[in-house]
């Protein structure tokens, strides 16, 4: 078997002494050559730090990274006389600038997470917010301490259920009322993507989706981040629930805030994903909202200088809206439209491209002005390119009719239909 890790210098310690501490090799993980924290043995009889060890086998492995062996099980025994070895050496060489490690906490047993949504799902009958808020600052608590306690929470097959079920029986009661457990709510239940049909029908509920649409406006930045998050999966789940949210009030607004005033991209990227969502609907209202806001040219102007993510879901919601005649009239009148989509093409990714070339087309189907603009920015000569570099069949079959539609702008060029794009000399 080939080893997916290299090996590297062991790390030695220097402090005011003169001479270099050597950590002994036995103290040292074989997989990252570190200090150890927490050793454990594997069945194979050979230690390991902990961390390395639970990323080797979730990787997939099955064997001794050492020996190769085969592991007779995955079992993960705590080597507790070497560890205390380990903190003696460490207290012995402070001079040195080591700093003693600390006792590892023992891991979350399934049992325990059990009990503990057991608790939870008592809580929430007896709407016992103080219990239930304790519950889940024990959850809370044990996820933040390793991956393996979280994994250990999420591997329940109860836990998005119970605590999506929570959040949606404490915010029908009362959000101000309920506010702290409902925000712990939010925090944990953002480990348990993607949701289960169960969680999403609790998350998905009038009550829910309100609270929700309220925790964007607060001022806490995590509060926003998780609300934001939780709402994006859920449509990304079942577009069923967009529909309900677009009855919120004031939510548009909201989004629209977001994209204006740009907080942080964790916040940006699923703002425009929602509003995609949201337009994707064909519900008139709430498309014609978002374009009297400023959205158009506020996409373009974002879409000048951003992260590729963003350029790519600022282009598709663009090419969305151009999907309507209000959206093509508030695009064709902004100066920075035709620019920025031509500019886009083979500049940011494939999937940038194949927005930017369809709302061009959509842009440029009967009209001469928007044509000739296309054209004086070097729309012919890219769209070219792109058909010689390969695009998908979609974007090739609009790049091929826009080609046609410009085609008779330039004067001196042949017909379009029997141009030769595979031998066509790069003149640009």
Same mark, same amino acid.
């Given at each position: 078997?080939?080893?997916? *890790?290299?090996?590297?210098?062991?790390?030695?310690?220097?402090?005011?002494?003169?001479?270099?501490?050597?950590?002994?090799?036995?103290?040292?993980?074989?997989?990252?050559?570190?200090?150890?924290?927490?050793?454990?043995?594997?069945?194979?009889?050979?230690?390991?730090?902990?961390?390395?060890?639970?990323?080797?086998?979730?990787?997939?492995?099955?064997?001794?990274?050492?020996?190769?062996?085969?592991?007779?099980?995955?079992?993960?025994?705590?080597?507790?006389?070497?560890?205390?070895?380990? =903190?003696?050496?460490?207290? %012995?060489?402070?001079?040195?600038?080591?700093?003693?490690?600390?006792?590892?906490?023992?891991?979350?047993?399934?049992?325990?997470?059990?009990?503990?949504?057991?608790? /939870?799902?008592?809580?929430?009958?007896?709407?016992?917010?103080?219990?239930?808020?304790?519950?889940?600052?024990?959850?809370?608590? *044990?996820?933040?301490?390793?991956?393996?306690?979280?994994?250990?929470?999420?591997?329940?097959?109860?836990?998005?259920?119970?605590?999506?079920?929570?959040?949606?029986?404490?915010?029908?009661?009362?959000?101000?009322?309920?506010?702290?457990?409902?925000? %712990?709510?939010?925090?944990?239940?953002? *480990?348990?993507?993607?949701?289960?049909?169960?969680? =999403?029908?609790?998350? #998905?509920?009038?009550?829910?989706?309100?609270?929700?649409?309220?925790?964007? +406006?607060?001022?806490?930045?995590?509060?926003?981040?998780?609300?934001?998050?939780?709402?994006?999966?859920?449509?990304?789940?079942?577009?069923?629930?967009?529909?309900?949210?677009?009855?919120?009030?004031? /939510?548009?607004?909201?989004?629209?805030?977001? /994209?204006?005033?740009?907080?942080?991209?964790? /916040?940006?990227?699923?703002?425009?994903?929602?509003?995609?969502?949201?337009?994707?609907?064909?519900?008139?209202?709430?498309?014609?909202?978002?374009?009297?806001?400023?959205?158009?040219?506020?996409?373009?102007?974002?879409?000048?200088?951003?992260?590729?993510?963003?350029?790519?879901?600022?282009?598709?919601?663009?090419?969305?809206?151009?999907?309507?005649?209000? #959206?093509?009239?508030?695009?064709?009148?902004?100066?920075?439209?035709?620019?920025?989509?031509?500019?886009?093409?083979?500049?940011?990714?494939?999937? &940038?491209?194949?927005?930017?070339?369809?709302?061009?087309?959509?842009?440029?189907?009967?009209?001469?002005?928007?044509?000739? %603009? &296309?054209?004086?920015?070097?729309?012919?000569?890219?769209?070219?390119?792109?058909? =010689?570099?390969?695009?998908?069949?979609?974007?090739?079959? +609009?790049?091929?009719?826009?080609?046609?539609?410009?085609?008779?702008?330039?004067?001196?060029?042949?017909?379009?239909?029997?141009?030769?794009?595979?031998?066509?000399?790069?003149?640009?």
């Amino acid at each position: 078997m080939v080893f997916s *890790w290299r090996k590297k210098k062991p790390r030695s310690f220097n402090g005011d002494k003169k001479k270099e501490l050597e950590i002994p090799r036995h103290f040292l993980c074989p997989i990252t050559l570190d200090l150890m924290k927490d050793p454990v043995t594997l069945s194979s009889g050979i230690t390991y730090d902990r961390e390395s060890a639970e990323k080797w086998l979730d990787d997939g492995n099955f064997t001794c990274p050492v020996s190769n062996q085969v592991l007779r099980s995955f079992d993960q025994i705590p080597n507790h006389s070497l560890r205390k070895v380990i =903190q003696d050496w460490c207290v %012995e060489n402070r001079s040195y600038g080591v700093e003693r490690i600390p006792t590892p906490r023992i891991p979350v047993s399934s049992a325990e997470v059990s009990e503990v949504l057991f608790s /939870i799902m008592d809580s929430t009958r007896r709407l016992d917010r103080c219990a239930c808020l304790d519950s889940l600052h024990k959850l809370k608590k *044990w996820g933040l301490e390793s991956e393996r306690n979280k994994r250990c929470i999420v591997a329940n097959a109860a836990a998005a259920g119970a605590i999506a079920a929570a959040f949606d029986a404490f915010a029908g009661e009362s959000v101000d009322k309920n506010i702290n457990v409902l925000e %712990e709510i939010l925090f944990v239940i953002n *480990w348990m993507f993607p949701l289960t049909e169960q969680a =999403q029908r609790y998350i #998905g509920s009038q009550a829910s989706l309100h609270c929700i649409a309220l925790f964007l +406006k607060s001022e806490d930045l995590t509060l926003k981040q998780n609300a934001i998050t939780v709402l994006a999966e859920l449509l990304s789940c079942n577009q069923k629930y967009t529909q309900a949210l677009t009855t919120i009030d004031g /939510i548009n607004k909201t989004l629209f805030h977001f /994209i204006n005033n740009p907080i942080c991209p964790s /916040i940006t990227k699923p703002s425009l994903t929602l509003i995609y969502d949201m337009v994707s609907l064909s519900n008139e209202n709430t498309t014609t909202e978002f374009i009297n806001m400023g959205l158009i040219p506020l996409l373009l102007e974002i879409m000048i200088d951003s992260q590729k993510a963003i350029c790519e879901k600022a282009l598709a919601l663009i090419d969305q809206l151009c999907e309507t005649e209000q #959206g093509r009239g508030f695009a064709y009148d902004d100066a920075l439209a035709m620019p920025v989509l031509v500019k886009k093409i083979l500049r940011v990714s494939e999937l &940038a491209t194949e927005y930017s070339v369809s709302a061009i087309w959509k842009l440029s189907k009967g009209d001469e002005k928007a044509l000739m %603009e &296309a054209l004086q920015f070097g729309a012919f000569q890219k769209l070219l390119l792109l058909i =010689q570099v390969g695009c998908n069949d979609k974007t090739k079959e +609009k790049a091929t009719e826009l080609l046609k539609l410009l085609n008779p702008y330039r004067p001196g060029l042949e017909c379009i239909d029997s141009l030769d794009f595979k031998n066509i000399k790069r003149s640009f």
